[in-house]
Protein backbone atom coordinates (compact mmCIF):
# COMPACT_ATOMS: atom_id res chain seq x y z
CA UNK A 1 0.00 0.00 0.00
CA UNK A 2 1.22 3.32 -0.98
CA UNK A 3 -0.79 5.35 1.49
CA UNK A 4 0.06 5.52 5.44
CA UNK A 5 -2.89 4.73 7.27
CA UNK A 6 -3.03 7.29 10.79
CA UNK A 7 -6.02 7.57 14.06
CA UNK A 8 -5.55 11.06 14.62
CA UNK A 9 -7.22 11.53 18.35
CA UNK A 10 -9.12 14.75 19.83
CA UNK A 11 -11.52 14.87 22.50
CA UNK A 12 -14.71 16.86 23.20
CA UNK A 13 -16.26 17.60 26.61
CA UNK A 14 -19.37 17.91 24.74
CA UNK A 15 -21.74 14.13 23.18
CA UNK A 16 -22.70 16.33 20.27
CA UNK A 17 -20.30 18.03 19.80
CA UNK A 18 -18.34 14.77 19.84
CA UNK A 19 -20.96 13.42 16.89
CA UNK A 20 -20.59 17.11 14.88
CA UNK A 21 -17.00 16.57 14.70
CA UNK A 22 -17.10 12.80 13.81
CA UNK A 23 -19.81 13.56 10.97
CA UNK A 24 -18.26 16.52 9.48
CA UNK A 25 -14.93 14.92 9.06
CA UNK A 26 -16.65 11.75 7.20
CA UNK A 27 -18.63 13.77 5.57
CA UNK A 28 -15.80 15.91 3.93
CA UNK A 29 -14.24 12.98 3.54
CA UNK A 30 -11.34 13.53 5.57
CA UNK A 31 -11.62 10.58 7.75
CA UNK A 32 -12.96 7.57 6.49
CA UNK A 33 -14.65 6.46 9.69
CA UNK A 34 -14.84 7.73 13.45
CA UNK A 35 -15.09 6.42 16.66
CA UNK A 36 -16.53 8.10 19.27
CA UNK A 37 -15.54 6.41 23.00
CA UNK A 38 -17.65 6.69 25.98
CA UNK A 39 -17.14 9.41 28.47
CA UNK A 40 -13.93 9.34 29.97
CA UNK A 41 -12.72 11.17 33.05
CA UNK A 42 -9.86 13.44 31.83
CA UNK A 43 -7.41 15.29 34.07
CA UNK A 44 -5.20 17.85 33.30
CA UNK A 45 -3.68 21.07 34.15
CA UNK A 46 -5.06 24.20 32.83
CA UNK A 47 -3.84 28.13 33.96
CA UNK A 48 -1.81 26.60 36.56
CA UNK A 49 -4.28 24.40 38.89
CA UNK A 50 -5.46 20.57 38.20
CA UNK A 51 -8.84 20.66 36.20
CA UNK A 52 -11.29 16.99 35.87
CA UNK A 53 -13.32 17.03 33.04
CA UNK A 54 -16.00 14.44 31.18
CA UNK A 55 -14.91 14.09 27.99
CA UNK A 56 -15.30 12.09 24.47
CA UNK A 57 -12.42 11.04 22.53
CA UNK A 58 -12.92 11.15 19.00
CA UNK A 59 -10.74 8.71 16.96
CA UNK A 60 -10.45 9.82 13.50
CA UNK A 61 -9.11 6.93 10.70
CA UNK A 62 -7.35 8.24 7.64
CA UNK A 63 -4.57 8.42 5.38
CA UNK A 64 -1.55 10.36 6.37
CA UNK A 65 -1.83 12.33 3.33
CA UNK A 66 -5.00 14.13 4.26
CA UNK A 67 -4.09 14.39 7.87
CA UNK A 68 -2.92 18.16 7.48
CA UNK A 69 -6.30 19.33 5.79
CA UNK A 70 -8.12 17.00 9.04
CA UNK A 71 -6.23 18.77 11.44
CA UNK A 72 -6.36 22.48 10.24
CA UNK A 73 -10.31 21.48 9.79
CA UNK A 74 -10.70 20.23 13.52
CA UNK A 75 -8.86 23.47 14.82
CA UNK A 76 -11.56 25.60 12.82
CA UNK A 77 -14.41 24.10 14.65
CA UNK A 78 -13.07 22.99 17.94
CA UNK A 79 -14.21 25.06 20.32
CA UNK A 80 -11.24 23.95 23.38
CA UNK A 81 -8.33 27.03 23.33
CA UNK A 82 -5.60 24.23 22.89
CA UNK A 83 -7.47 20.62 21.68
CA UNK A 84 -5.61 17.48 22.35
CA UNK A 85 -4.33 16.53 18.98
CA UNK A 86 -2.14 13.28 18.84
CA UNK A 87 -2.01 10.85 15.98
CA UNK A 88 -0.96 7.26 16.17
CA UNK A 89 0.44 5.18 13.23
CA UNK A 90 -1.58 2.32 12.20
CA UNK A 91 1.17 -0.42 11.44
CA UNK A 92 -0.58 -2.94 9.94
CA UNK A 93 -4.12 -4.43 9.68
CA UNK A 94 -6.23 -5.58 6.87
CA UNK A 95 -5.44 -4.49 3.81
CA UNK A 96 -9.27 -4.44 2.48
CA UNK A 97 -9.58 -1.95 5.36
CA UNK A 98 -6.53 -0.02 5.08
CA UNK A 99 -7.65 0.50 0.94
CA UNK A 100 -10.91 1.16 2.51
CA UNK A 101 -9.51 3.90 4.21
CA UNK A 102 -7.38 5.29 1.50
CA UNK A 103 -10.41 5.37 -0.62
CA UNK A 104 -12.91 7.12 1.16
CA UNK A 105 -10.56 9.93 2.19
CA UNK A 106 -9.59 10.62 -1.56
CA UNK A 107 -10.59 14.44 -2.31
CA UNK A 108 -13.67 15.07 -4.43
Do not use: C, N
Request: hydrophobic letters at 40%; zero cysteines.
Amino acid sequence: MDHEIVIAQTTSDDEEQAKALARGAVESKLAAGVHIDAPITAFYWWQGKVEAAQEWRISYMTSSDRLPALEAWLHERHPYDVPQWVTLPVTGGSEAYLSWVVDETRPQ
